[in-house]
T-cell receptor
Framework: GENVEQHPSTLSVQEGDSAVIKCTYS??????FPWYKQELGKGPQLIID?????GEKKDQRIAVTLNKTAKHFSLHITETQPEDSAVYFC????????????FGTGTSLTVIP | GAVVSQHPSWVICKSGTSVKIECRSL??????MFWYRQFPKQSLMLMAT?????????EQGVEKDKFLINHASLTLSTLTVTSAHPEDSSFYIC???????????FGQGTRLTVV
């Protein structure tokens, strides 16, 4: 089955700096890669996603890049703010309208004011 | 976006009792829902896939007789933790994919504490 690895497990940045979180996946058939933000005691919330036919996607301060050949994808957060502090999970799936998600191990991001 | 509602958000129960957690898709029909368990500072681990009108599919190592799943309607799936023990204490999260869409929407989670 699919194996998703995520690094780093913890990340601290100064407010205004950029944060980068990286994930790798093992199944070349995976074609949908969402990123979730989870705040303490809450369920994950989708913040951005990318499909395998796209190499990069950006939404304001958040961007995701995908390298299908190398089987890795990254989350980039620019101009970080304290409210960006949370746990971030990457995931991979085979896509389709009913699909199973394989999650990375999570990155605890702390933005220092 | 689509909304998935989970209830209760937290529950404390005595060891040996059963607890039911509900997962509802509020503005779309979900023939499939997923149940995850998350231990502190760990990732989400898929427990089972809930299928409307048929039996759930459990992941390896998950006891189907302990974690009963019922998906009786297109908007509701329930997870019942039977004969709960302290080691069952965890954060349980459901998700539902929106039809004709790759995205999955997550409930807000249920914190179960077994004492």
């Amino acid at each position: 089955g699919e194996n998703v690895e995520q690094h780093p497990s913890t990340l601290s940045v100064q407010e205004g700096d950029s944060a980068v979180i990286k994930c790798t996946y093992s199944d070349s058939a995976s074609n949908y890669f969402p990123w979730y933000k989870q705040e303490l005691g809450k369920g994950p919330q989708l913040i951005i996603d990318i499909r395998s036919n796209v190499g990069e996607k950006k939404d304001q301060r958040i961007a995701v890049t995908l390298n299908k050949t190398a089987k890795h994808f990254s989350l980039h957060i620019t101009e970080t703010q304290p409210e960006d502090s949370a746990v971030y999970f990457c995931a991979a799936s085979l896509g389709g309208w009913v699909n199973q998600f394989y999650f990375g191990t999570g990155t605890s991001l702390t933005v220092i004011p | 976006g689509a909304v998935v509602s989970q209830h209760p958000s937290w529950v404390i129960c005595k060891s040996g009792t059963s607890v039911k957690i509900e997962c509802r898709s509020l503005d779309f029909q979900a023939t499939t829902m997923f149940w995850y368990r998350q231990f502190p500072k760990q990732s989400l681990m898929l427990m089972a896939t809930s299928n409307e009108g048929s039996k759930a599919t459990y992941e390896q190592g998950v006891e189907k007789d302990k974690f009963l799943i019922n998906h009786a309607s297109l908007t509701l799936s329930t997870l019942t933790v039977t004969s709960a023990h302290p080691e069952d204490s965890s954060f349980y999260i459901c998700s539902a994919p929106q039809p004709l869409n790759t995205e999955a929407f997550f409930g807000q989670g249920t914190r179960l504490t077994v004492v």
